[in-house]
């Protein structure tokens, strides 16, 4: 009885052919991610080979190698691991600011509301990638702080659908009726408001997570990105002086970052479909 | 029956604001009422006549901006809240003094269970353990007559009809034992078998704990089942109080006549017109000089274009502010006199 809603999503998001599968690429991905440390213990980014064989060539290189004879098999594994450990903390980071801003101003509406609805629009006035390019010069090329860079600049959508939620429902009974219990503010946000505006944000949320995604490979190609880990934007970016003749190098982590995005993308209309009660029970 | 007895709360005065972008409306005007234990006091009037405002204010809970108290006193056991902070208003709403709403289905958290609400609604003053706050949802559920009330506990709002939510919002309110119950129009959305079993039950609740009740309501229907005294708002102001038999039998104030005459009756002869009050309650922008009710008023003469009547007490426990009822009255003693 209790998990009930939770099984009847699970329903509903299984219904949708397109959401499962980008789940079990999504799935796929992780599993790389997961099990890269075992399969190839060696340090990803160590010249292990000839310089540019191609795919398919030799059972050892199963994607071949780039142009410095480094394994294309084991940077598409272990740059999972990157691209997911930024997509998911960058999001996170972004939906807790988010979330943060957009109730506060919501709830609290007047000054509050103004003052963090323009910071907010500040914010979207900044092109994002110029943005990210220049926290991480500022902070310094690291893998955490390409990480929050991204949050950063990736936190006003979410900002601003978490407020429009919470003004339709901070004036609905129940939450008089949570006052008049005696509820403090914070408690009324989290504890009752919340939990009703998150299905729209859990959305946005795995929608930035593509988003962010792809700012880590465009700052891993432009350069920028921690030089120590293995990165799929960056082996593009290491690739692209070779397109002419060894396109591979760039359309093996290319595929790579489509297919994720994509999955990402599936799932969270998925989830939208899922979880708005607007389209249940169709 | 309670004019002896020390009130719970006194309003004193009470004056509520709008501050719109037309101007500083007065939504509650002078209103001044007084609840003892174990008494219910209706507060009865049109929509918009302030008196939701009024029981808001009374939690400090009206919507500013717009609304704000500026001036009068509200005070429980004695003491006047209007002063209080936030942090301390928040130990007297539920403890003390709890309220019901009009929509018991929108007043229930969709996406949390009704146990876990009630046991909220039970820790947020009370000092107990889940397990105990479990068991004291359970005897709740069990005194709002819910059946079933262990598998209850697990539902989600959506699962419960109107009547079952209402009852259990009447739980919830009840749950830390506060002396004063104020219930917002507890009935308007329910069927009217269900209403008369909510107002048993309400009456019920109040016998035995001896909590003060206010209740707000247009239906005097309502009115006539539970209270024992009734306030009657027009415009913000408090037109007439009496008690409950007394106001039945003899109102004295056109628009409570008004009231009881558009109200339909089983015992009114059949086919009998209902008498509607013509015309709508003034917007508080343009309310006239002198009475607010002299538009609509079949009894208005000069000086109620004039001058603002006052309260006064013709008889011991009621009070009216109306030149025509006074005028009346003078007439009545001037015929029976010497």
Redesign the interface.
Same mark, same amino acid.
């Given at each position: 009885? *209790?998990f009930s809603?939770f099984l009847d999503f699970c329903r509903r998001f299984a219904r949708n052919h397109a959401a499962l599968l980008g789940f079990v690429l999504i799935l796929v991905v992780i599993g790389c991610a997961a099990v890269a440390p075992w399969l190839m213990p060696r340090d990803p980014l160590r010249i292990v080979g000839r310089a540019e064989i191609w795919p398919f060539q030799s059972w050892r290189f199963p994607l071949g190698t780039d142009s410095l004879g480094r394994d294309i098999a084991a940077m598409i594994m272990y740059g999972a691991r990157t691209t997911l450990l930024i997509g998911l903390f960058a999001s996170v980071t972004a939906t807790l600011i988010g979330v943060s801003v957009g109730a506060s101003a919501a709830y609290f509406g #007047?000054w509050i509301d103004e003052l963090l609805m323009r910071f907010t629009e500040l914010f979207q006035t900044i092109p994002s990638l110029i943005f990210v390019l220049t926290i991480v010069a500022v902070l310094g090329q690291k893998l955490e702080y390409v990480t929050v860079a991204v949050g950063i600049v990736s936190w006003t959508a979410i900002a601003r659908l978490t407020r429009a939620e919470f003004l339709s429902l901070r004036?609905?009974?129940?939450v008089?009726?949570? *006052?008049?219990?005696?509820?403090?503010n914070l408690r009324i946000i989290v #504890?009752?408001i919340l939990?009703?505006a998150l299905p729209p944000v859990i959305v946005l949320s795995s929608l930035v997570i593509s988003g962010a995604v792809l700012f880590e490979s465009a700052v891993a190609f432009l350069g920028l990105g921690d030089p120590n880990v293995a990165s799929w934007g960056g082996l593009i970016g290491d690739g692209r002086t070779l397109i002419r003749t060894s396109w591979y190098i760039c359309a093996v982590p290319g595929i790579a970052i489509m297919l994720t995005v994509l999955a990402l993308n599936l799932i969270g209309d998925g989830l939208n479909d899922a979880l708005n009660p607007k389209l249940r029970d169709r | 029956m309670a004019a002896d007895m020390t009130p719970i709360l006194e309003m004193d005065r009470l004056q509520v604001s709008l501050f719109t972008r037309r101007g500083v409306l007065p939504a509650v005007d002078g209103l001044s009422l007084s609840v003892a234990a174990g008494e219910t006091l209706a507060i009865v009037g049109e929509s918009g006549c302030g008196k939701t405002l009024a029981a808001l204010s009374v939690m400090q809970l009206l919507p500013d901006p717009p609304a704000r108290i500026v001036g009068g006193a509200i005070r429980f056991l004695g003491r006047d809240l209007v002063p209080l902070s936030d942090r301390e208003m928040r130990q007297v709403r539920g403890r003390d003094i709890s309220m019901i709403f009009q929509d018991p289905m929108t007043s229930l958290n969709p996406v949390v269970s009704v146990g876990d609400q009630l046991i909220e609604a039970i820790r947020q003053h009370m000092d107990v353990t889940h397990r105990e706050a479990i068991n004291r949802a359970i005897e709740l559920l069990h005194r709002v007559r819910i059946p079933d009330a262990e598998r209850r506990l697990g539902d989600y709002p959506h699962q419960m009809s109107g009547g079952m939510s209402q009852r259990v919002m009447i739980a919830m309110a009840i749950a830390c034992q506060p002396k004063l119950l104020i219930a917002d129009e507890p009935t308007t959305a329910l069927d009217v078998t269900i209403q008369a079993q909510i107002l048993e039950l309400m009456k019920e609740l109040q016998a035995a704990s001896d909590m003060g009740l206010i209740i707000i309501t247009h239906d005097l229907g309502v009115v006539a089942e539970i209270a024992d005294r009734v306030v009657v708002m027009y415009a913000g102001r408090k037109v007439e109080e009496a008690p409950v038999e007394a106001l039945f039998e003899r109102p004295l104030h056109p628009y409570t006549r008004g009231l009881l005459g558009a109200t339909p009756s089983a015992l009114r002869r059949r086919g009998g017109r209902l008498v509607e009050i013509s015309g709508s309650v003034p917007g508080l922008a343009e309310l006239p000089p002198g009475c607010a009710f002299q538009n609509r008023c079949p009894l208005a003469f000069d000086r109620c274009r004039q001058e603002r009547p006052a309260l006064t007490a013709p008889m011991p426990n009621r009070s009216v502010a109306c030149f025509a009822a006074e005028r009346e009255m003078l007439s009545n003693v001037a015929a029976v006199g010497p």
């Open positions: 009885m *209790r809603p #007047g004036d609905r009974e129940f008089q009726a949570c *006052r008049a219990m005696g509820m403090s #504890g009752e939990p009703n | -």
